[in-house]
């Protein structure tokens, strides 16, 4: 990996799926990169090093349903900053704000425990995949509605012919992916 980028590496590692979940559809699976962990360790250091920096270091991560978990929660544990998950509705047992957006056909709704955040806390929201923007800007609004600031969205995964990304970075929201791919 010496001579090889990061983000080379990190696409080798991302198996793409023909036809899944429908005709004509390139599905990027990123699982793989949880496979083997030497690719993991990779993985997360490109999170971890980033948000170590004092200018980009949140008070707490943020994790969509489902694969921001899996990322949130290990890249929270090595900032040593708290994790909060953005379940899809009716996953969370306590008082939840919600916030409902649009997909390809049809909505759908994320939730939040309402003693999540607090007003003013910093925080990184993160996905495994960027595609038309809908989820990770459900996120945020349900974020900024406790009064947090969501400072940077990352993901891994950038699909930028969605529109996801380019939308996000025009209502204000920083971005940082490791690996666009073009098509969907």
């Keep these: 990996m010496h001579s090889q980028s990061i983000n080379d590496y990190l696409r080798e590692h991302i198996r793409t799926v023909p036809d899944w979940p429908a005709p004509g559809v390139q599905f990027r699976d990123i699982t793989p990169l949880l496979q083997d962990p030497k690719v993991f360790r990779v993985l997360i250091d490109a999170f971890v090093h980033r948000y170590m920096d004092k200018a980009l270091r949140p ?10 978990f899996i990322l949130g929660a290990v890249v929270a544990y090595e900032l040593n900053v708290g994790f909060v ?26 939730e939040l425990h309402t003693d999540a955040v607090k007003a003013g ?64």
């Design 121 to 184: 806390d910093r925080v990184l929201l993160i996905d495994d995949l960027i595609a038309t923007g809908g989820t990770m800007m459900a996120g945020r609004r349900l974020l900024e509605k406790l009064g947090a600031t969501v400072t940077e969205g990352a993901a891994i995964v950038d699909l930028p012919v969605l529109g996801g990304s380019r939308k996000l970075s025009d209502s204000g929201l920083p971005l940082f992916t490791l690996v666009d791919f073009e098509g969907h």
């Design 59 to 68: 008070d707490i991560v943020a994790g969509l349903d489902a694969r921001g």
């Design 85 to 110: 998950p953005i379940r899809k509705k009716g996953k969370l047992p306590f008082t939840t704000v919600e916030e409902t957006y649009e997909l390809e056909y049809g909505s759908a709704t994320v």
